[in-house]
């Protein structure tokens, strides 16, 4: 086991988007898809798969937009199904699939640059207390012109200034999971005493980007807290990551650079006073498990089939922020200094030294996951797996599925028994809280 490592096995969430794409462009074409994503049956089958699973989390990301980087239009991602062409609100998604589950953590994607510290803490305290404590909040600085439209600004921030504010966004909202003590409920019907009210107290909080009263009208959360989940790549993320983070989201396109990364993050969080074990670093991965290798390749060429270039380049576009039709495509992707999302720059840029790819090959190996490394029968891909956890490249894994649900229940059936038989993934869950999966201590107040 790795030093850094608080046990001996590893972390499962799942990646899954509230809208059609999830871990491959063409997933959502492939014949056995399930494309009902606006019923709550779909989530809540979801839910209850991957808790049969054991998975420590289901994560929903988000944005704010339809995103129209490429070309200046919407059109590649509403007519491909592309990575923003729908969006759920993933708060009332995982209310959904909180009603449906017992133990399966609830992560969800909420902006610190356009949204309020009060309101998100009281949505998140609200729903850890419906969930018994399994929510998390995945923390992001939006960054398209397209969702500062969208709240009435002409301008999008800095990244400076948007991990300033998300700084004292995130002080604020503990402050105000913090402004009730435990035990401030107290409901004796005789006294009468329903709160003790000395153990509520206001924040009084000015700052630079936010005034705030307090105290919240929601009692602290059965977790203390969310757990929070971050995937910060710039100098400035890492270290926001660093700081604030239980889990780092992460996408990587070898082996190598996810240890490089590892060891930079573990040593980060140590520079903050942190115990690196408790900083859970899970590389995305998309992979595709065959009751056979011939059956995953032929599951991987269907789907790769299904996947257009277009597609690829268009969500490429929204990460980093730059129109990518501007560019020779026949051509690699050039040398830049992205104002979008640099850890998704530095990733294809490394396929793309390494592979010689044209753009429009790019986009088609960014549309079905560039990393392909976890395609085969259920030993390859756990042999894989176990490589990547035992040589400090992760904590585990963030599974990003090429299709719903049909991927899920190949890796459910398959992978989950041969990790569970190697000693690697739980086989029944220890604890009821999303803190207890992670071995994450209850923050005190």
């Known amino acids: 086991m790795s030093q850094y490592q608080s046990q001996g096995q590893?972390?499962?969430?799942?990646?899954?988007?509230?809208?059609p794409v999830s871990g491959n462009h063409g997933g959502?074409?492939?014949?056995?898809?399930?494309?009902?994503?606006?019923?709550?049956?779909?989530?809540?089958?979801?839910?209850?798969?991957?808790?049969?699973?054991?998975?420590?989390?289901?994560?929903?990301?988000?944005?704010?937009a339809v995103p129209q980087r490429h070309e200046g239009s919407m059109d590649s991602q509403l007519r491909y199904g592309a990575l923003g062409a729908l969006r759920l609100e993933p708060q009332i998604v995982l209310a959904t699939v909180a009603a449906a589950t017992r133990r399966l953590g609830l992560a969800s994607t909420i902006s610190t640059s356009y949204f309020e510290p009060f309101a998100v803490a009281r949505s998140l305290a609200t729903l850890d207390h419906m969930s018994a404590g399994r929510t998390a909040w995945n923390i992001v600085t939006s960054f398209q012109q397209a969702e500062a439209a969208n709240f009435g600004r002409d301008d999008q921030l800095s990244r400076e200034e948007r991990y300033d504010r998300a700084d004292e966004f995130v002080e604020i909202a503990c402050r105000l999971w913090d402004s009730w003590q435990d035990g401030a409920v107290v409901r004796d019907k005789d006294a009468p005493l329903f709160a003790d009210p000395s153990k509520v107290q206001a924040i009084n909080h000015e700052g630079r980007y936010f005034r705030v009263q307090g105290p919240l009208n929601v009692s602290r959360p059965p977790q203390g807290r969310p757990v929070f989940i971050q995937a910060g790549a710039s100098g400035r993320g890492r270290d926001f990551a660093a700081k604030w983070a239980d889990v780092i989201f992460v996408n990587h396109s070898s082996l190598e650079s996810a240890q490089a990364f590892y060891q930079e993050m573990k040593g980060r969080a140590a520079s903050h006073g942190r115990d690196p074990a408790t900083l859970k670093i899970l590389p995305g991965i998309v992979p595709i498990v065959g009751e056979t290798a011939a059956a995953a390749d032929a599951t991987d060429a269907l789907l790769s089939g299904l996947a257009t270039p277009q597609a690829g380049l268009s969500t490429l576009s929204y990460h980093l922020d730059i129109d990518l039709a501007q560019f020779p495509q026949?051509?690699?992707?050039?040398?830049?200094?992205v104002p979008g999302v640099q850890g998704h720059y530095k990733e294809v840029?490394?396929?793309?030294?390494?592979?010689?790819?044209?753009?429009?090959?790019?986009?088609?190996?960014?549309?079905?996951?560039?990393?392909?490394?976890?395609?085969?029968?259920?030993?390859?891909?756990?042999?894989?797996?176990?490589?990547?956890?035992?040589?400090?490249?992760?904590?585990?894994?963030?599974?990003?599925?090429?299709?719903?649900?049909?991927?899920?229940?190949?890796?459910?059936?398959?992978?989950?028994p041969e990790l569970q038989r190697r000693g690697l993934f739980r086989t029944e869950y220890g604890g009821t809280t999303l803190r207890d999966h992670l071995n994450l201590s209850r923050p005190a107040a």
């Open 10 to 19: 590893m972390h499962l969430a799942a990646f899954v988007q509230a809208g």
């Open 28 to 64: 959502w074409r492939h014949p056995e898809a399930d494309t009902d994503i606006l019923s709550p049956q779909y989530y809540a089958n979801l839910g209850r798969l991957l808790e049969a699973g054991k998975f420590d989390l289901l994560f929903l990301a988000d944005i704010l």
């Open 330 to 337: 026949d051509e690699v992707l050039p040398d830049m200094d």
């Open 349 to 416: 840029a490394e396929l793309t030294r390494k592979q010689n790819l044209s753009l429009s090959q790019l986009g088609h190996r960014y549309g079905v996951g560039t990393l392909r490394d976890f395609i085969g029968d259920a030993e390859t891909v756990t042999d894989r797996m176990e490589q990547w956890f035992r040589a400090d490249a992760c904590d585990g894994f963030m599974i990003q599925a090429p299709y719903v649900p049909g991927s899920i229940e190949d890796f459910v059936r398959l992978a989950i």
